[in-house]
Each structure stands twice: as C-alpha cells, then as structure tokens.
C-alpha cells in the first residue's frame, strides 16, 4: 500500500505540473491513468511486432503526448504487451499475424478466427515502380537530414512522378518495408475503401436511414456523402481528453463504432462541418453491415485495395470487436504509402484496372456544403474551396487542387495534380511540420 499510495502522489504531483494532455487539458486522474496504460499497451504492441522498433523509441514516442506515459514500462511475450504505470494499473495488447494489435478488452475470441493480411497478398508487378531520379535523391536527402537536425523526427520521404516513386530517403531504423503508423491519415484510405465498394457496386452515395437505431430520429437523414464529408451533424466530442468520446472510442472500446453510433444529432446534416474520428469508425461498420461479416471486410481490404496495388505492408488494424478501426489504427510503408496517394494521382486506374471510378475520385476532391468550412472531401483535406479566393485557402503556396491524407505527429500524404506529383513525409514530430516550405523546395530540382 505505502508504494502505492507513494506512486499516486508522483503521478498527482506529475498531473498538476503538466497541463498539457495529447494537447489539452489533464483534469480526470482515473481517465488519464486508464488512458496511459491503454495507449502504452496499444502503441507499445504495435510498435514491437509491426514496426520492430526498440522500447527506446517507443517510449520516446508515447512520453512525447505526456511526460506521464514517461513513467510507464512496457513488457513482452511472444504476442502480447503489457503497460504497467507505477504498479498502480496495467492493461495489454495481443499481436495476431495479419492484422496487427487489438488492446485486451472484453471478449476477443471473435479476432482469432480472422484472417487478415495473407503473407502472399501482393503481386510485386503490381507495386509501384521505383526509378530513382538522382538529383531528387540529392535533394530528398538534404531535406531529411534538414528536418532531423532541427528535431522533427522525419523517418520518410518520398516523392512520386510519372507513376514512379523518383526519390526516397528513410531516416535511423527505418527502411522502405517499415510499416510506419499514418493515424488519421487512415480515415483517407477508409474512403478509398468505401469507394472501391461503390465502384464494385455494394454501396450508394446517396444512402441515408444508414443503421438501424437511426430510423426514427433525425439521424435518419444522414446520407453516407454527409458521413464520408464530416458533415454528418452527429454531436461527437474529439477532443483528446481522459474522459472524452475520441479517447473512450480509441483506449477504452469493445467497439469502436458503438459511442458514435449513439451520438444524437447536434446539426442538421450536411450543414455543418465537424472533423470527427467517430464519424469514420461508423463508415467501416456501415460497409462491414453491408458485407455481412468482419471477414467479409478484411476480404475486401485486401483482395479489392491492396493485392492490385502490391500493398505488401498495410495493416487496418481491428477493434476487439473485430471491426477495423479506420480512423486512427493504420500502418504502411513509406512505398505503400506512395502507392494509395499515387492511385488518387492517376484518378483511381493502376494498370489499367479500375479501382476506383473517376468519377469517385473527382468527388473525393471537391469541397462539402457545410456553412462552416467546405475545405474537407472524402476523407481528404483540401486547400481551396473557393480557388478565386487565395487568402482562405490551407496551403497558401501549393496549387489550389492540392489535397491530402493528414495523420496525428504530421504524417502526411500531399497530392498536387497540377504538378503530377505526391509528397509523402512519415514522421513523429510534436511541433509544426513544414510541408509547404518542403515541397516548394524539392520543386527547385525541377528548376
């Protein structure tokens, strides 16, 4: 009792001297004990078993959201990581081969069934080509060792032209196989999913009256184009708090879909944007209702999306419940990565298979209707809705039809089709990332 009760006391005193929680405030201890030994045990396993980083760098990357994740120590069997915070609590992850780390809550025997990604899944003539330009690999590594001098923590870069990955440049312990985690830059590839159903023919656009406990309430106006553009209306907190929905969702869920699903609406849909990981998490439940089966939408992953493309590392890692969580839980090469931005860049065609409609894909890239801000598609941020009005758009010094997968410590995947060109940057950086400043001077090499 006396190390717990001295262990409590560090952690409150750690507590009060540190305002700062994944960005806000930290004012719920029970939460944010309960938050730290899931999101250690959850990004420990899944950095070991898909990434093979060492504890250093693990614990690096978890003490950078809270000096509390500082105090944890993680631990491994042969398939499982244990977070353990001062003796006072713990929780664990399970690694299963094909489909990454699932936190141990509540029943999971449902995942051991699952067949996730297959070791023979992708036709290597199907991946996108490399043909290194050396000047841009002059250039790409001046800029990676530029970013890491200055702490960023850069560990790829990659720049697609011409359908060919022309330069790339990976940072210590990283290779061009290293699964690296995307984070919310899945809620891209979750669309993309979506849209190779609607091109297969499962899915409607237009769809409303979406699940079952929206029937009879205002939630039944919520068309999947709402979903797709977070402009659903539904009142979810996404703020990264102990206590919050996103963190209850991520670190605390049997389903990650369920406290979304029973978020009443706050807006009237599509007349509001509200950036929303929940909304996503509900995409993948939508399509895996219409499938019929958690296996039938792993199926669908990877025989639809990632054999044609050669995806050889992407893993949508599930839910306990079996679900893949879409919004958040996502790890890919560098080369995989290029590949998915790369299929957007050629309007949803690789090798003359059509895996997305252009028509999808031009939608994808055009603003919602929302009052508030309409620089947001399917899944993908945009920098103008108005290209006559420069000033509002996102990224001043990038062509207006610029848009990107975004992800939390400024993962980005940057499309230019002006330019015909992808910028990808993987990385794990606190502060600002400088993503125009870079690209614009990789577009020197050109000059």
């Known amino acids: 009792m006396k190390k717990i009760g001295v262990a409590l006391l560090l952690l409150g005193g750690l507590v009060a001297s540190s305002p700062a929680w994944l960005g806000f405030g930290l004012w719920r201890l029970p939460d944010a004990v309960d938050v730290v030994v899931s999101m250690g045990a959850k990004l420990g396993c899944s950095g070991h078993f898909i990434s093979g ?70 036709n290597n003539n199907a991946a996108i080509p490399v043909s290194i330009r050396p000047a841009w690999q002059a250039s790409l590594d001046s800029l990676l060792a530029q970013d890491n001098q200055q702490g960023l923590d850069t560990r790829a870069l990659l720049v697609v032209k011409d359908g060919q990955i022309i330069a790339e440049s990976y940072g210590p312990g990283v290779s061009d196989s290293t699964p690296l985690l995307g984070w919310s830059m899945g809620k891209s590839v979750t669309a993309m999913l979506l849209g190779r159903m609607q091109t297969l023919g499962a899915v409607k ?39 919050t929905d996103a963190t209850k969702m991520l670190f605390g869920a049997h389903a990650a879909a369920q406290l979304p699903l029973l978020s009443s609406a706050a807006y009237k849909a599509g007349s509001y944007f509200d950036y929303s990981s929940g909304t996503t998490n509900l995409l993948m439940r939508y399509m895996r209702d219409q499938l019929g089966s958690e296996q039938a939408l792993l199926d669908t992953l990877y025989q639809q999306l990632a054999a044609p493309l050669g995806l050889t590392t992407l893993v949508i890692e599930p839910d306990p419940s079996g679900v893949l969580v879409g919004s958040s839980y996502i790890y890919a090469s560098g080369r995989d990565w290029a590949g998915l931005g790369n299929l957007m860049l050629a309007e949803g065609v690789w090798q003359g298979k059509t895996l997305l409609s252009a028509d999808w894909v031009q939608r994808a890239q ?14 993908f941020w945009l920098n103008a809705a108005d290209r006559e009005d420069k000033s509002s758009w996102r990224w001043q010094q990038l062509p207006a039809d610029a848009y990107a997968m975004l992800g939390n410590r400024k993962q980005v995947v940057m499309i230019i089709p002006s330019l015909d060109m992808v910028f990808v940057r993987l990385g794990w950086s606190k502060q600002e990332y400088p993503t125009e400043q870079n690209i614009l001077q990789l577009l020197t090499t050109e000059s």
Request: charged fraction near 15%.
């Open 366 to 379: 055009q603003p919602n209707r929302s009052d508030n801000d309409r620089r947001y598609g399917y899944q």
């Open 205 to 243: 656009i237009n769809q409303n009256a979406l699940f079952s406990d929206w029937q009879n309430d205002a939630r039944a106006g919520i068309r999947l184009e709402n979903m797709l553009q977070m402009t659903s209306g539904l009142g979810f907190d996404e703020t990264y708090a102990p206590g």
């Open 53 to 122: 980083f060492e504890d250093q760098r693990i614990l690096s990357d978890l003490a950078s959201y809270s000096p509390a994740n500082g105090l944890l120590t993680l631990t491994y069997t042969a398939n499982t990581a244990t977070a353990d915070l001062l003796g006072i609590s713990q929780a664990s992850a399970t690694y299963r081969p094909g489909l990454g780390c699932t936190l141990d809550i509540g029943n999971t025997h449902g995942l051991e069934g699952l067949q996730g990604a297959p070791t023979d899944l992708a």
